[in-house]
């Protein structure tokens, strides 16, 4: 039995992100603009934790050593698609801090399959 797997789309997963920050009352928040040093990383990060099958962040100090300010990250597995992947971290006080911080300016996004078919996901946050 064989079935195609959904490849994520980063773009809009960003585009997301940005969305739910213009819903922000609080204050106007800075738009996430796409960042290949964020992305880079991302990607490397997420092969790694799908490759390990375990959720495990990343050392927030090796992401300001790349040029940022101040960095975050929010890491996932499980969910199908980008909404999916959205609505649980906006449901958890961390991931949504991490979302809607006006602290951050930039982001990059990567997801992989592990070997099992299991859809991780990273979202690394900077300031430039």
Known sequence: MSFILKIPNNKFLIELHNRE???SWLSELPVL????????????????????????????????????????????????????VMKTWMRSFGHRRNIMSKSFNRIGCASKYSEDNILYWCVCFGKK
Request: no cysteine; glycine share 6%; hydrophobic share 35%.
């Open 33 to 84: 603009v796409k960042d290949d040093i964020l992305e880079e990383y991302a990607y490397d990060w997420v092969r790694y934790i799908a490759d390990i099958k375990k959720l495990k962040h990343s050392k927030i100090k090796e992401i300001m050593q790349l040029g940022f300010s101040t960095a975050g990250e929010n890491i996932a597995y499980g969910q199908k698609d980008e909404e999916s």
């Open 21 to 23: 920050r213009k819903k």
